[in-house]
């Protein structure tokens, strides 16, 4: 597999800053709500109601000495594959999570589906298929199906083109920031399509963003606009 890239060397009280959408997708019940609640707040419940549409968390990651990240997590809704609506959802994305629940083998089975829609709505800027990590959710209980052989597991990324598979609990908090770091250094092999902006300036044709901070007083603001709503089940 790759190698996380290093940053180029920032000069003086430079910053450099990106702001990365990322999908969180997959079958109903899977515990995407519960994977983006542990890793940007580290806080997991027994209980969530199932997601309506997308809800969004803010995640920001210092890269390395001079690189920040903002990770703008989209948790999309199980259902919203069967929609018009993934498109717009989709669009501007530049890396996704898929997930499924070891326990229900159907979940599994529809990750080529989700695979294949995520790559026929939305592309880099440089025509390459947006990174995608694949997640085994839901390890700390028993499991089912092809998860159980590590061996064709990885054959099955390969021939579907997932950057890595990773086995993940949000209850027991496993592999949650590990992947999430993998899936950031795959993105970040992709840095050079990005376009400059000026700090605090919108944008609206690349959600992906970088900023050359000369100051702590030019850094702009972000809040994140999360919802209390997810997925029902979630481990």
Same mark, same amino acid.
């Given at each position: ?76 809704? =199980? ?6 609506? /993934? *498109?717009?959802?989709?669009? #501007? @994305? !530049? =890396? ?6 070891? /326990? *229900?083998?159907?979940?599994? #089975? @529809? !990750? ?14 440089d025509g390459n ?53 993998f899936l950031i ?51």
């Amino acid at each position: 597999m790759t190698t996380t890239p290093s940053a180029p060397p920032a000069t003086g009280e430079q910053k450099r800053e990106y702001l990365f959408k990322v999908l969180v997708i997959g079958e109903l019940a899977t515990g995407k709500t519960a994977l983006v609640k542990r890793y940007v707040h580290n806080f997991f419940s027994e209980h969530y109601r199932a997601t309506i549409g997308v809800d969004f968390a803010l995640k920001i990651v210092k890269y390395d000495d001079d690189t920040v990240i903002r990770l703008q997590l989209w948790d999309i809704a =199980g259902q919203e594959r069967f929609g018009n609506m /993934t *498109r717009v959802y989709y669009k #501007e @994305a !530049v =890396g996704c999570f898929i997930v499924f629940d070891v /326990t *229900r083998g159907s979940t599994f #089975e @529809a !990750v080529t589906k989700w695979k294949a829609d995520l790559d026929n709505k939305v592309q880099l800027p440089d025509g390459n298929p947006v990174p995608c990590v694949l997640l085994a959710n839901k390890c700390d209980l028993v499991k089912e199906g092809l998860v159980n052989d590590a061996s064709q597991m990885d054959e099955f990324c390969r021939e579907k083109g997932f950057a890595k598979w990773f086995e993940t609990s949000a209850k027991e908090n496993i592999n949650i920031e590990a992947s999430a770091r993998f899936l950031i250094s795959e993105i970040m092999e992709h840095t050079e399509q990005l376009q400059p902006r000026v700090p605090g300036q919108a944008t609206r044709n690349n959600t992906i963003t970088v900023v050359d901070k000369q100051s702590k007083k030019e850094q702009s603001g972000r809040k994140c606009c999360g919802g209390a709503s997810g997925d029902s089940q979630d481990t």
